[in-house]
């Protein structure tokens, strides 16, 4: 079966620093790849997705994702964070055609000190 | 994208009753999707609720427990039966969207005393 990871489940960082969240996923076929944000309090709300092209995706509110075909991995990025970036961060995959059921990753939550 | 109407958006039950969830789409969707969201966890797909057949339950879900209903391309329902303290999640429907994404519903969150 399908599995996604995120390897950090908290960071805690200043404003300004940059931010590298990491995710895995064990399927070897084609995928669709998402991140979500869930803010305190809000539902969640995409981020960026890829599907196919140029790896590096860009998404909203400065945030960029790199999809590695070769190390099955779909990290997210942000270059300087801000304190309204505290949130939950999830990565998701889905397999194959369009419309399969989301695999959701442990989720990330991040801190941005002021 | 699709407009999801999820509710209630939140409801305090009893241990034992049962409680259900309604989504209505603005648009005919074949798929729709029911997720747990348990507290300080991530998501977790309990079901795939396709119009005309029965639905498609994920390991650990059983449809004694939460029977899904969907009459119609916009409209499920997802029942959490004789619920348990364990049951205290946010529950989220959600359906394929345009370009390949998905919509989520706002969620119902959902405690049981």
């Known amino acids: 079966a399908q599995s996604v990871s995120q390897h950090n489940h908290h960071v805690i960082l200043s404003e300004a620093a940059s931010l590298e969240l990491g995710c895995n996923y064990s399927?070897?076929?084609?995928?669709?790849l998402f991140w979500y944000v869930q803010y305190p309090g809000q539902h969640l709300q995409l981020l960026l997705k890829?599907?196919?092209?140029?790896?590096l995706v860009k998404g909203i509110k400065g945030f960029e994702a790199e999809f590695i075909k070769s190390k099955f991995s779909f990290n997210l990025r942000k270059p300087s964070v801000q304190w309204s970036d505290t949130a939950e961060y999830f990565c998701a995959v889905n397999e194959g055609a369009a419309g399969n059921k989301l695999t959701f990753g442990g989720g990330t939550r991040v801190l941005v000190k002021p | 994208s699709a407009v999801i109407s999820q509710k209630p958006s939140r409801d305090i039950c009893q241990r034992g009753t049962s409680l259900t969830i309604q989504c209505q789409v603005d648009s005919q969707v074949t798929m729709m999707f029911w997720y747990r969201q348990q507290p300080g966890q991530s998501l977790t797909l309990i079901a795939t609720a396709n119009q005309g057949s029965e639905a498609t339950y994920e390991s650990g879900f059983v449809i004694d427990k939460f029977p899904i209903s969907r009459p119609n391309l916009t409209f499920s329902t997802l029942t959490v039966s004789n619920m348990s303290p364990e049951d205290s999640s946010i529950y989220l429907c959600s359906v394929p969207g345009q370009g390949r994404g998905y919509t989520f519903g706002s969620g119902t969150r959902l405690t049981v005393v």
């Open positions: 399927y070897g076929g084609t995928v669709n």
């Open positions: 890829y599907f196919s092209g140029d790896p």
